[in-house]
């Protein structure tokens, strides 16, 4: 074991954070050109793209409970979650590379329809994402005691992920999609594989820290309160059907209120590009304040306040970000001011929820809760690719995307009061109070 690893170090917090930024970045990269690729270059529908999107959270929904459930009971490679992350970067890189060449691959395996072939690329490259995000989640929660050092391995996996992934938006704004697309697939590769070789993972998954784990002591482990793990993914759910709509339809938005384009079929290749830089600009602001805010301000801000408050509070500030560009959102300039204030909440979304889920559930399964907290992100993201797209191409004013975003994320901020403070942060609370 690094002697980083036995201290807690920020360096040791910063490799461990890694992995789970491969998968992140493997996101961006489809977010920012999956989209695109197919409206642009291969000019499907916006419905289309929807069913695209559908093939992602149908890998996810067993994929992720299966491999959490695996990862918790095996052992080879010399650890339990690095083979997977090893295995599942691997396939990401390689489905990333084969992103701008569906049209090769429907012509070599002489596959008629090219939406056979996005289907199969997007299903194959969530899978892969599937199978590693889950065991770079649970990594951070056994290699970290509870409380405030459990705060502080999620706060800066989004710290790391947020920061690379505005490295993959100013990468695409820059040089375009394509070198976006070939570069992500190397940073994914040696990510996710390289950092997981440095970490050692305890052999035995009991007690409530990591040198207990590895020196077998007894400890009792953690009783899984279902009540609370209910509430936090209902309401973890409702923030994702709003994410999600974002990601999938935002090139329906810009398309048309800030460029007037309302037939992909039409678009010049010029404005194809603006409208891809205008997509990765939009989500490079969110991003820079999604991997600012984590370690910097929300962890301290959690301290003081508890996890749950601070979450509900940066949730509610997405909802107004989100009806923000619904009302306001009419040029480039002011989509990246609102972009900024829907990153609030972003930064939040992609670390708290996960220290707050692993106070109620069992240590040991920390895999197969994992999964199924998972679950509060997939079926929201099959929600949205299968039937919000109907809704959103029939749809005269594209603002609808943002309208149905905005409620969302006050239902769910709404919802978040019904969620309670785990033990041993309310206990850090009480003692600082």
């Not at 009971?73 to 090893?86: A, E, N, T």
């Not at 970067?89 to 489905?95: F, L, N, S, V, Y």
């Not at 590895?214 to 993914?233: D, E, F, K, Y």
Request: glycine fraction near 8%; proline fraction near 4%; aromatic fraction near 10%.
């Amino acid at each position: 074991m690094l002697k980083i690893q036995e201290r807690l170090t920020n360096g040791f917090y910063a490799i461990m954070s890694l992995p789970a930024t491969a998968m992140g970045f493997a996101l961006c990269v489809q977010i920012a050109a999956l989209s695109w690729i197919l409206s642009t270059r291969y000019n499907l529908d916006i419905h289309q793209v929807g069913f695209v999107w559908a093939a992602g959270p149908l890998a996810g929904i067993l994929g992720q409970v299966i491999i959490g459930v695996v990862s918790d009971r095996v052992w080879f490679w010399g650890g339990r979650r690095r083979p997977f992350i090893i295995i599942g970067g691997t396939m990401a890189a390689a489905m990333l590379l084969a992103l701008p060449n569906l049209d090769l691959i429907r012509r070599t395996c002489g596959i008629g329809n090219i939406m056979v072939v996005a289907i199969i690329v997007a299903l194959t490259l969530d899978m892969a994402i599937n199978i590693s995000f889950n065991p770079t989640r649970s990594l951070i929660a056994d290699l970290t005691p509870d409380g405030k050092p459990r705060t502080k391995g999620y706060t800066w996996m989004q710290t790391i992920s947020g920061c690379c992934g505005v490295l993959a938006y100013i990468l695409g704004a820059v040089w375009g999609n394509q070198f976006l697309i070939y570069f992500g697939a190397g940073f994914v590769l040696v990510t996710s594989i390289v950092p997981t070789l440095l970490t050692s993972e305890p052999r035995v998954l009991a007690g409530s820290c990591p040198a207990a784990a590895q020196t077998g002591a007894s400890a009792a482990p953690h009783q899984t309160n279902v009540n609370q793990l209910v509430r936090i993914s209902i309401a973890h759910a409702l923030t994702w059907l709003g994410v999600q709509t974002m990601f999938v339809y935002i090139f329906a938005y810009i398309s048309q209120m800030l460029f007037q384009v309302t037939d992909n079929s039409q678009l010049t290749t010029p404005q194809s590009a603006e409208i891809g830089r205008t997509i990765s600009l939009a989500f490079m602001v969110l991003n820079t304040v999604g991997f600012i805010l984590p370690a910097f301000v929300l962890e301290p801000i959690a301290a003081r306040i508890g996890r749950v408050r601070t979450h509900r509070i940066c949730v509610a500030i997405m909802a107004v970000g989100y009806l923000g560009v619904l009302v306001l959102g009419r040029s480039p300039s002011s989509l990246y001011v609102l972009m900024a204030v829907i990153g609030v909440g972003w930064a939040s979304v992609v670390s708290l929820p996960f220290a707050i889920m692993s106070e109620y559930v069992d240590r040991a399964r920390m895999g197969l809760y994992m999964g199924l907290f998972n679950l509060s992100v997939v079926i929201p993201q099959l929600i949205v690719s299968l039937f919000f797209g109907s809704i959103v191409k029939d749809a005269a004013d594209k603002g609808i995307i943002f309208a149905i975003c905005g409620a969302a994320l006050a239902v769910s901020a709404a919802l978040w009061l019904l969620v309670r403070e785990g033990k041993s942060v309310a206990a850090a609370l009480s003692v600082s109070e």
